[in-house]
């Protein structure tokens, strides 16, 4: 119950394309959804976060889909650029009393130019 | 704002050493955790800190131990390191902690034993 599925493992996508990553989760007590981009021997670095009571959220060619009632959320690059190739985290945590993130697997993106 | 920063970057012990890797948070954050990250396992809680009071450990064994200091700096210590322990260290620091928060990472401190 504590584990968020993420797909797919890895992605290649034209320059200009739409990258769609996939999470999963089960725990219903979630309730704040992040995403952290990650370049080669840099840490994570958070791009954008959401909360169920919103089924979508965008800040500039980045989205979050949200759906509370299948239990999954998806990040959407617009218009995906070279500089864009990282390895991108889905995570998931409750407000109450936990203090951790439980995070995807990861997703390694390349956009070719 | 000076980020969350780790040291040291990059350090490689023997098995059966122990290792101390040190983590200073983003000035005013009072949460300090720490993760493990491989490329098998991926992202793995390792624990949190907040006000020197540890709230919470993920499911690694007692020789992964941490602490906190007033100062809310933070170190993690690996006794009798194992192969195995090669990983990025991360540490992240917010306000309040993870839940249903931000919290920013550090770059990270690979540790490789041989």
């Known amino acids: 119950q504590q584990q968020v599925k993420q797909s797919p493992q890895s992605l290649i996508v034209q320059k200009g394309g739409i990258s769609i990553i996939n999470c999963a989760y089960e725990?219903?007590?979630?309730?704040?959804f992040p995403w952290y981009q990650q370049f080669p021997g840099k840490g994570p670095a958070l791009l954008i976060a959401i909360r169920p009571d919103v089924s979508e959220k965008k800040e500039g060619r980045f989205t979050i889909s949200f759906n509370k009632s299948a239990k999954q959320f998806s990040l959407h690059i617009m218009d995906s650029q070279p500089g864009d190739s990282a390895t991108y985290f889905c995570a998931a945590s409750m407000t109450s009393g936990t203090y951790k993130y439980i995070f995807g697997t990861g997703t390694r993106l390349k956009v070719l130019a | 704002k000076a980020g969350v920063t780790q040291t040291p970057r990059y350090l490689i012990k023997t098995r059966g050493q122990q290792v101390t890797l040190s983590c200073s948070p983003i000035s005013g954050h009072r949460s300090v955790s720490w993760y493990q990250q491989t490329p098998g396992q991926g992202l793995q809680f390792l624990f949190e800190?907040?006000?020197?009071?540890?709230?919470n450990k993920g499911n690694f064994p007692g020789r992964f131990s941490g602490r906190q200091f007033s100062n809310s700096r933070s170190e993690m210590n690996v006794s009798t390191l194992e192969l195995g322990d090669s990983a990025l260290y991360l540490c992240?620091?917010?306000?309040?902690?993870?839940?249903?928060?931000?919290?920013?990472f550090g770059e990270g401190s690979w540790l490789t034993v041989v």
């Open positions: 992240a620091s917010s306000l309040q902690g993870a839940g249903g928060n931000t919290i920013y």
């Open positions: 800190y907040f006000s020197e009071t540890q709230r």
């Open positions: 725990n219903t007590a979630f309730d704040y």
